[in-house]
């Protein structure tokens, strides 16, 4: 736990410090060779400190470390999705952890987006599950009782902010008016469940998320998941790629498989990102899949068969190097 606490700490203090975490080169359209003949730092933007993204992010750049003495990797804590979008077109960071829709959004100058960002894939990765969990006792049973109520969409500029919105809005609300919407990170939201200060929250992560199996193992008689796979269809007419799942029963010890809206992962990178960086990069992922594994059990869904499914967001020409020496389909 003193180590977990540490990489915790060192993660935040360099999001806190802000500036360029990465000193990859631009693509020159030569030849693809998967090696990178200079040093080079990559920063990778994660997501809170108790979810996936963090998680994997970390145990990530370790293996990067460990496989190319050129390319040498640092994962940072972040809000998540949009605002690690927006920081990887700003040059901050060079890789970034993003919900599907979310990207779909950069790519095609929506939702939280005025412009159409340059950003491609290194590949699809785990899939997100929503998880809308709330207090028993504030007699919350589906999205549309949280009307009035105290509710956790999420950090500012995450992707799990992004689907509360719309989930409120397709479940009848107005996010801004008819929800005292708390912005609070992970961590400070699953406080705020335990003492009561908050009614209901959402978010959207990978299986397990450490901080839901934090507050599910402590306050498992006081909260509930709520089944919003009613709201599927309204959610669709916005983007195809929310699709219905199940958190297993297993997960968090429930009574039940949970039934949900779940939404891929993609790895990011700028277009212009050099391509045997890129090339890199990719390999690590699919190379020390296992070691990623041992990080998180949501690395576990990384793999080649759905590698290049990233639409529309186009896969990087490097990453398309390194899929197509690893054997993934086309």
């Given at each position: 736990?003193?180590?977990?606490?540490?990489?915790?700490?060192?993660?935040?203090?360099?999001?806190?410090?802000?500036?360029?975490?990465?000193?990859?080169?631009?693509?020159?359209?030569?030849?693809?060779?998967?090696?990178?003949?200079?040093?080079?730092?990559?920063?990778?933007?994660?997501?809170?400190?108790?979810?996936?993204?963090?998680?994997?992010?970390?145990?990530?750049?370790?293996?990067?470390?460990?496989?190319?003495?050129?390319?040498?990797?640092?994962?940072?804590?972040?809000?998540?999705?949009?605002?690690?979008?927006?920081?990887?077109?700003?040059?901050?960071?060079?890789?970034?952890?993003?919900?599907?829709?979310?990207?779909?959004?950069?790519?095609?100058?929506?939702?939280?987006?005025?412009?159409?960002?340059?950003?491609?894939?290194?590949?699809?990765?785990?899939?997100?599950?929503?998880?809308?969990?709330?207090?028993?006792?504030?007699?919350?049973?589906?999205?549309?009782?949280?009307?009035?109520?105290?509710?956790?969409?999420g950090s500012p500029k995450s992707g799990t902010?992004?689907?509360?919105?719309?989930?409120?809005?397709?479940?009848?609300?107005?996010?801004?008016?008819?929800?005292?919407?708390?912005?609070?990170?992970?961590?400070?939201?699953?406080?705020?469940?335990?003492?009561?200060?908050?009614?209901?929250?959402?978010?959207?992560?990978?299986?397990?998320?450490?901080?839901?199996?934090?507050?599910?193992?402590?306050?498992?008689?006081?909260?509930?998941?709520?089944?919003?796979?009613?709201?599927?269809?309204?959610?669709?007419?916005?983007?195809?790629?929310?699709?219905?799942?199940?958190?297993?029963?297993?997960?968090?010890?429930?009574?039940?498989?949970?039934?949900?809206?779940?939404?891929?992962?993609?790895?990011?990178?700028?277009?212009?990102?050099?391509?045997?960086?890129?090339?890199?990069?990719?390999?690590?992922?699919?190379?020390?899949?296992?070691?990623?594994?041992?990080?998180?059990?949501?690395?576990?869904?990384?793999?080649?068969?759905?590698?290049?499914?990233?639409?529309?967001?186009?896969?990087?020409?490097?990453?398309?190097?390194?899929?197509?020496?690893?054997?993934?389909?086309?």
């Amino acid at each position: 736990m003193l180590s977990w606490a540490l990489v915790s700490a060192l993660a935040a203090a360099t999001a806190a410090c802000g500036g360029r975490q990465d000193t990859a080169s631009t693509d020159t359209g030569g030849e693809v060779t998967c090696e990178v003949g200079q040093a080079t730092r990559v920063g990778i933007a994660t997501g809170n400190n108790t979810g996936v993204y963090f998680a994997l992010g970390n145990a990530y750049a370790e293996q990067v470390n460990a496989s190319n003495k050129n390319v040498q990797a640092t994962a940072s804590e972040t809000g998540a999705s949009v605002q690690n979008i927006q920081a990887l077109v700003a040059g901050t960071y060079g890789v970034a952890f993003s919900l599907a829709d979310t990207a779909a959004d950069a790519v095609n100058g929506a939702g939280s987006f005025t412009a159409k960002q340059p950003v491609a894939a290194l590949s699809r990765i785990h899939s997100n599950y929503t998880q809308v969990i709330v207090r028993k006792a504030a007699g919350i049973k589906d999205v549309a009782g949280m009307k009035g109520k105290r509710v956790s969409t999420g950090s500012p500029k995450s992707g799990t902010e992004v689907i509360a919105n719309r989930l409120l809005t397709a479940a009848g609300l107005k996010p801004e008016s008819d929800v005292q919407a708390q912005k609070l990170d992970l961590t400070k939201t699953v406080d705020g469940i335990k003492d009561g200060s908050i009614d209901a929250l959402f978010w959207s992560g990978g299986l397990p998320t450490p901080g839901i199996t934090d507050l599910l193992t402590t306050s498992k008689d006081q909260v509930e998941f709520l089944d919003i796979t009613p709201l599927l269809p309204e959610m669709q007419k916005i983007n195809e790629v929310y699709q219905e799942g199940a958190i297993p029963a297993a997960t968090y010890q429930t009574p039940a498989d949970v039934k949900t809206i779940v939404v891929p992962n993609v790895l990011l990178v700028r277009e212009d990102l050099d391509a045997d960086v890129a090339c890199v990069l990719t390999k690590v992922l699919f190379e020390k899949k296992t070691q990623l594994e041992q990080a998180n059990k949501a690395a576990g869904e990384i793999s080649l068969e759905t590698a290049r499914k990233t639409s529309p967001v186009t896969i990087h020409r490097g990453a398309a190097k390194a899929l197509d020496d690893l054997g993934a389909p086309k």
